[in-house]
């Protein structure tokens, strides 16, 4: 079986395939990868914490033993019922096992009872584990890499949906755009937001989340450090934004996050810009964003449109954004040097 991908991966985790009875969990998406292993093995054992039908390995555990993951997965259950072996690997150091592993389940001279379920980091197109599972027959190779913004607002819509509340279109918006792409940060961010309104067995009946909610929750931590980012790069104060960039580093931003703070705010100037161009005043073109902007900020923004309107500037630090952005999930380069240049270089720009 190839990579899962997409929808795939989704039916795959909500329904238990029979015939796959190892799965690699990888990726650069630490966070993910632990909630997917996890919900695998739920739905094959209900108590993670069984001795009898959950085992946890390491590759020193493998080491000088390599047919171990083999020997484990047909062992029967002293309790009954299917076994999970879950491995957290390095990486390579599990290529040897899973080989093992696989060649059985392939030729048919393994019958397991349960599923291996190996945990491991992010893995290239040449790793030999990743090449095995993604060439067997009764394996497969579920992917873990960041999420993208309609990740994000699905997952959202989705928690929210399981507690009675329904999104604002703005207050939506606005929660995509302060979450980076960490599943896991994202997942307890949210969490946050709903304990903020309460889960629905501590509420008379449906509520709805604002804007106003997302800021609440949110503007105190990961939120404020974005938005001071975000803002020392278009006023063009680079100490300041070394100072934001330190915060948003230590509140737990990841760097596609801080990309992706700095680039909502360029593109609401580039509206706001051009409904001015139509002709509206600072403060209409303001209340026409989506969602408009905080009363508290109008002063700042309305300073920011002047500082970027006309010429070719913002349109050129939209295209840096956009290439940073591309850099920074393509090169192999750390995201964050990349992104923290490309919000220095910003700042350089909004002062010329």
């Known amino acids: 079986m190839t990579a899962l991908k997409g929808r795939a991966i989704k039916g795959f ?74 491995l957290r690997t390095s990486g390579e150091a599990a290529a040897k096992a899973a080989s093992i592993l696989i060649d059985g389940l392939d030729s048919g001279h393994i019958k397991p009872n349960g599923i ?17 599972f993604e060439k067997a027959k009764h394996a497969a190779a579920l992917p873990c890499y960041g999420d993208a913004p309609a990740d994000v607002r699905a997952m959202a819509q989705e928690m929210g949906r399981a507690e009675d509340l329904r999104f604002e279109d703005d207050a ?32 008379s009946g449906p509520a709805t989340i604002t804007p106003e909610d997302v800021r609440a929750t949110l503007a105190d931590g990961i939120g404020d450090a974005l938005d001071d980012t ?12 070394a100072k934001a960039l330190q915060k948003a580093a ?40 989506r969602p408009p902007v905080f009363f ?12 970027w309107r006309g010429g070719a500037k913002l349109d050129n630090a939209l295209r840096l954004l956009i290439d940073a952005e591309l850099d920074a999930k393509t090169t192999g380069a750390p995201q964050r040097e990349i992104v923290e240049r490309a919000a220095l270089r910003i700042a350089v720009m909004a002062r010329r």
């Open 13 to 86: 985790l909500a329904k238990r395939d029979p015939g796959i009875a190892a799965v690699l969990v990888y990726g650069p998406d630490s966070g993910l990868a632990r909630e997917r292993a996890v919900k695998l093995a739920g739905g094959v054992v209900s108590d993670l914490k069984d001795p009898f039908n959950y085992l946890e390995l390491s590759d020193a555990d493998l080491k000088d033993e390599p047919g171990r993951l083999a020997d484990e997965i047909t062992a029967l259950s002293f309790a009954g019922g299917e076994r999970v072996i879950r």
């Open 296 to 307: 508290a900020e109008q002063r700042s923004f309305e300073n920011r449109l002047y500082k």
């Open 230 to 241: 975000a803002s020392a790069a278009a006023d063009g104060d680079p100490a300041r934004l």
């Open 116 to 132: 291996v379920i190996i945990e491991a980091g992010e893995l290239s197109p040449r790793s030999g584990l990743r090449k095995a």
């Open 172 to 203: 939506l918006d606005l929660l995509v755009s302060m979450l980076g792409d960490d599943h896991a940060l994202s997942r307890a961010e949210i969490d946050k937001l709903i304990l903020y309104k309460a889960p629905k067995d501590l509420r």
């Open 250 to 289: 230590t509140a737990g931003a990841s760097p596609i996050g801080l990309l992706r703070a700095i680039q909502r705010n360029f593109s609401r100037l580039k509206a706001a810009g051009d409904f001015m161009k139509a002709g509206d005043s600072p403060a209409t073109a303001m209340k026409k964003l």
